[in-house]
């Protein structure tokens, strides 16, 4: 699901962490940061299972017109009314399961072009499902690369005892906020995976944050025009794009 590419950023990122940051010695008040191996393998054998029996049912059981081919409707208005097949609703479900840390792709435009279709709700909760299916692998990914020993080592800076003091006492709502906030969570979700927390909590935590976000996406796609649904997808875009002339500027400057 990550190409070779990603997976060594992250690696190299962590060296760099190491080399930014002083290694946290080890101190008697301190929690032994003792962590059971993640169970990425069992997450991995699910996910395989879940996409094929999902694309199995997309392609032979709810066929009909495409997601593409529904945004197409609004891109080029023909007169005829607004599809409300199945089909649409599942691909919007299958659309968010990839949207994921490893693949970047855009969420708001299927969650409130599909809401002109179907019930705002019910998208909202559609959509929600998939992107705890997408947080999954993360977890996954993640968790297969904390067996790294370098990436391992991440547990022993200063910088993540200081977060985990915090992320241990309120893990659940930690999750819950940074996944309801329009901004990255990387950082929260590295600390979860790297104590291996409950991957059903950490659904359970996806789906409380994300849903009541969504349901605002899917009322304002279903009330707003086209255009102004455009506008919010390019505002939300910010924070991504700050992100991303940030890094360029850090690589730059070490360069």
């Known amino acids: 699901m990550a190409d070779k590419s990603d997976a060594k950023e992250i690696v190299e990122e962590v060296g760099e ?17 003792e962590v059971p191996e993640i169970a990425s393998g069992r997450i991995f054998i699910f996910l395989i299972c879940f ?9 032979f059981v709810f066929t009909g017109p495409s997601l593409l081919t529904f945004l197409k409707h609004f891109a080029k208005p023909t007169g005829q009314p607004v599809p409300h097949t199945p089909s649409i609703l599942i691909d919007c479900f299958l659309w968010l399961c990839f949207c994921c840390q490893f693949i970047p ?3 708001i435009p299927p969650i409130a072009f599909t809401a002109k279709a179907f019930h705002w709700v019910l998208v909202a909760a559609v959509s929600a499902a998939g992107t ?41 709502l930690t999750l819950v906020v940074g996944t309801f906030l329009p901004i990255p969570i990387d950082v929260i979700r590295l600390l979860a995976i790297s104590r291996a927390y409950s991957f059903w909590k950490y659904i359970a935590a ?23 649904i455009l506008i919010l997808f390019l505002v939300s875009m910010i924070p991504g794009i700050i992100k991303f002339i940030s890094d360029m500027i850090k690589k730059r400057k070490k360069t």
């Not at 946290?24 to 929690?31: E, Q, S, V």
């Not at 996409?51 to 392609?59: D, G, V």
């Not at 990436?151 to 022993?156: G, Q, S, W």
């Open 206 to 228: 996806t789906f409380v944050g994300r849903f009541p976000r969504y349901l605002i996406i899917a009322y304002a796609g279903r009330e707003l025009p086209v255009k102004y």
């Open 105 to 107: 792709l855009p969420t």
């Open 132 to 172: 705890c299916i997408a947080n999954l692998n993360d977890y996954a990914i993640l968790g297969y690369l904390f067996r790294h020993k370098r990436v391992k080592k991440i547990r022993d800076l200063n910088a993540y005892r200081k977060l985990l003091k915090f992320f241990d006492k309120h893990a659940f």
């Open 17 to 33: 962490l190491e080399a930014e940051q002083e290694v946290a010695p080890p101190k008697p008040h301190l929690p032994t940061l």
């Open 51 to 59: 996409y094929a029996i999902a694309f199995s049912l997309r392609f």
